[in-house]
């Protein structure tokens, strides 16, 4: 009987997407505790990316704001902040850099809501066009 031999998902961080810089390979202590990122797109990503919570979370209310589109019914930007504060927070426990809960206020969940909020709503467009 034939062994089959699977690879896992090698995951290499900052270094293997050439996102890290040279103070980090050396230093442990970033002076300027400045994130120097799009934190807004960075979470946007991670909810579209991370398996566990795109299919546990984000594609259920995906299909609840499709339904509402479908009905007729307008979706504020604001419906996305539940799932925006889960996302934020999910983030948070698995990327934890520091001053990143200073970062993450209310300011910057209403922009990833806006954000997300016209996104999906061209996707849905798109979608219905074709």
């Known amino acids: 009987m034939p062994i089959q031999v699977q690879d ?3 995951v290499i961080g900052h270094a293997g997407l050439g996102n890290m810089k040279i103070f980090e390979l050396f230093s442990s202590d970033n002076k300027n505790n400045k994130i ?4 807004a797109d960075d979470v946007i990503y991670f ?3 991370d398996p566990n919570f795109y299919r546990k979370q984000y594609f259920p209310f995906l299909t609840k704001f499709q339904n509402h589109c479908d009905q007729g ?3 504020s930007p604001k419906a996305f902040l539940p799932i925006v504060k889960r996302a934020s927070e999910e983030y948070q426990k698995r990327f934890p850099i ?3 809960e200073e ?3 209310d300011g ?3 922009e990833i809501c806006e954000k997300l909020h016209s ?3 061209a996707n849905y467009n798109k979608k219905e066009e074709n």
């Not at 120097?36 to 934190?39: A, S, V």
């Open 73 to 75: 019914k307008q979706v």
């Open 119 to 121: 996104q999906e709503l």
């Open 103 to 105: 970062a993450i206020n």
């Open 47 to 49: 909810m579209n990316n």
């Open 98 to 100: 520091q001053g990143i």
């Open 8 to 10: 896992g998902k090698l």
């Open 36 to 39: 120097d990122f799009d934190l």
């Open 108 to 110: 910057q969940l209403q």
